[in-house]
């Protein structure tokens, strides 16, 4: 009987969370596909194109989605067998809560186990398509569109305007053209009374017919304006125009491969190992930048027979008062200072120099770390938040989407900030990564616990009868008196 209701629970708690999952994975999409509409609309990227990206993107976000699926449906699972009063006879025929839990908590445990594969073989692998063809979809240039009216600059060395344009789209009339591609100002221009655009072969050309126009061209040579100014009339011109650099090109994929978001466990270790030696030497080099300029740090002949002139000459110490400078010549104190002016600017460049490679080094650790230690995190948030949404359902005893989906996205929320804030607080350094990428799952577990503790005694945590009931009594504690007029 046992095994036939662990197959019950699985069977009833696999069809909610395949839902959960694709409506959760299909909310981020849309969340992503806002946040960078404007820059995607415009740019004539394909559909092709544009289905990459969003496919590329969807498998990012597969570690955000999976633990909200987990966490809606196992409260909506046990929220439905507790509405249907199945939780009742279950717990009435000697099975325990945490017996009941058992099976699902091994099948959330092998689901976990696949997240942390498919997060360290195939999230660093999605996250290089991704990123790689978002940075190509942001940089590209926006589809040439001349408006009537408008200057256009869009192509480079040139300037468009266009009085006016037909219905067609394609005919044009007061048409002013400035060629600047000789970097000499608006020593070129031409004017047309009408004309059409037209697309070149492969949309890589734009072609101007124009019609009953004029060019104009002032002179240049050696640098200097000669005066002189051709003016050519035309009945019929063709301007032909390169659009190259309005075609959609791909960045090469090797230039991002060195990211920490592009690498699995291994290629993390092995990039923290590097990193904190590199650390270490920053460290042992900067007494190597100090030794030239301070000489008791030197270990060489000058350095030991100072020490045993101080030593045995008392005095010279005495000499010194409140000033070196007073143990120098006077011919040679401009000479002295200019050297110690030297030495210390060279000093200073040379730590400063040290400093900002130790902070970079510093942060690309800290990267390189937080990265390591959210392929467990995300992975262990599926069972954290099981552990959360089970005995919340047991709870609240209510099926369906309301308000299990109302309970699940504030827990899901509380637990999303708290990830990242501690994401942030081990990136600027004052936790260490360990701490920060931990800190949701050390505070939601002792909740776990005590809703697990709650679900156990048939806590009354969510019944609104209950604070009815304890307000009544607040309530009785302080009766209104009736002021009756006689």
Known sequence: MIKKLDILIIRSFVGPFIVTFFVSLFVLIMQ??????????????????????LVYMSTTLVPLALPLSVLLSSIMTFGSMGENFELVAIKSSGISLLRFMRPLLVFI?????????FSNNVIPIANLKALSLLYDVRNAKPTLNIRPDQFNNDIPGYSIRVGSKDKDGKTIHDVIIYDHTDMTGNNKVVVAKEGQILSGEGKQTLVFKLRDGWRYEEGYEHGVHNMNQTRVHFAKWDKTFDLSTFKFTRTNEDLFKNAYQMMNVAQLSENID????TKSRITKTINGYITPFFTVTNNGKQSEQLAINLKKDSST??????????????????????????????????????????????DNYLKFDVEWHRKFTLSFACILLFLIGAPLGAIIRKGGLGMPLVIAVAFFMTFHILNITGEKLAKA?????????????GILLPVAAWLINAA??????????VYVRIWRKIRNLFPVKDNAVA
């Open 32 to 53: 992503f596909f806002w946040l960078y509409m404007d820059e995607m609309i415009g740019k004539g990227i394909s559909i092709w194109m544009l289905t990459q990206l």
């Open 109 to 117: 445990t092998f689901i976990s186990f696949l997240a942390f594969l």
């Open 274 to 277: 590097s990193l904190r030696k």
């Open 317 to 362: 110490v005495l000499k010194y008062d409140s000033s070196f400078l007073q143990l120098v010549p006077d011919s040679m104190r401009g000479q002295v200072m200019s050297g110690v002016i030297s030495n210390v600017r060279s000093f200073k460049s040379s730590m400063d120099i040290t400093v900002l490679d130790k902070r970079l080094q510093t």
């Open 429 to 441: 350094a004052s936790v260490l990564p360990w701490i920060g990428m931990w800190m949701s799952t």
């Open 456 to 465: 156990r005694n048939d806590s009354q945590v969510f019944n609104k009868e």
